[in-house]
């Protein structure tokens, strides 16, 4: 990315007063030209680009204020402040994942997974269902995920976006297809939805490839914001990332040991 890009970029990202509007679409060529003309300023904030802190900060204030506007409220718009946790390995991010699509379904908002309007999942479940033909209607479970051709050609390693109602879903994150995410999703959620946690063969077979054990691991996977802090994966990484970090220990050690498979 040049000079001038970055520059662009910053304008439009902090513009100032205008905050409370939508960010401009174009950024404002005065601007742009002030930052130009001095490149160590301009090299020095370049970090606001890349800090995600920083623009959590940004976006959640301009969220918060917009909000109190329309809403004529003032005060606290946010439950909490920001945090984020580094994911160091697939289990983790599989947990992740499935933690925040299977969200509304353990804070009983929805009965049902494909309920959840606001998560991907429902995103992911309109692929099936419009490649297939068959209703949404309680499409989560494992009988009915095995009757839809197209995922029975799943193909690994996926990488290409789907258009979905003109919202792409990108499903390169994690190095399997959606046919066993969606199995291991189900094979969370069924406590909650049934009352039982028997895990199919697809599912079990596969988190024994990701080293971990699958009974542990749903339980993780349902609680996982408790489970972990600031990282999260094998004990192995989370030893390697406390060298690194030049700590003795990090929270979240007792759960991996539990979860993951010895080496």
Not at 20 to 42: F, G, K, M
Not at 100 to 116: D, F, Q, R
Not at 118 to 125: A, D, F, I, N, P
Request: glycine share 4%; charged share 30%.
């Amino acid at each position: 990315m040049d000079d001038v890009e970055i520059a662009k970029r910053l304008v439009r990202l902090y513009p100032g007063f205008q905050c409370l509007q939508a960010l401009p679409e174009e950024a404002d060529a005065e601007r742009v030209r002030e930052l130009l003309s001095d490149l160590d300023e301009l090299h020095r904030r370049k970090y606001l680009l890349t800090d995600i802190s920083i623009f959590m900060a940004r976006w959640e204030e301009a969220v918060a204020r917009r909000a109190n506007k329309v809403e004529d409220k003032k005060g606290r718009f946010w439950e909490g402040r920001f945090h984020c946790q580094k994911l160091l390995d697939t289990a983790s991010i599989l947990a992740a994942t499935i933690y925040v699509e299977l969200n509304p379904l353990l804070a009983n908002i929805v009965e049902l997974p494909e309920y959840s309007q606001y998560t991907s999942l429902v995103k992911r479940l309109k692929l099936v269902h419009l490649a297939s033909g068959h209703s949404m209607e309680h499409l989560m479970d494992s009988d009915k995920l095995e009757e839809q051709a197209m995922l029975k050609e799943d193909v690994e390693n996926q990488s290409s976006p789907k258009l979905v109602t003109n919202v792409l879903v990108c499903e390169q994150f994690l190095p399997f297809g959606r046919h066993k995410y969606l199995k291991v999703l189900d094979y969370v959620s069924r406590r909650k939805r049934l009352g039982k946690s028997s895990t199919t063969a697809t599912a079990e077979k596969l988190l024994v490839r990701l080293g971990v054990e699958p009974d542990r691991w749903r339980k993780t996977a349902s609680t996982f914001e408790e489970s972990y802090r600031l990282f999260a994966g094998s004990p192995e990484l989370l030893s390697q990332t406390a060298v690194e970090k030049k700590k003795r220990c990090l929270h979240g050690m007792r759960t991996a040991r539990y979860v993951y498979h010895p080496n």
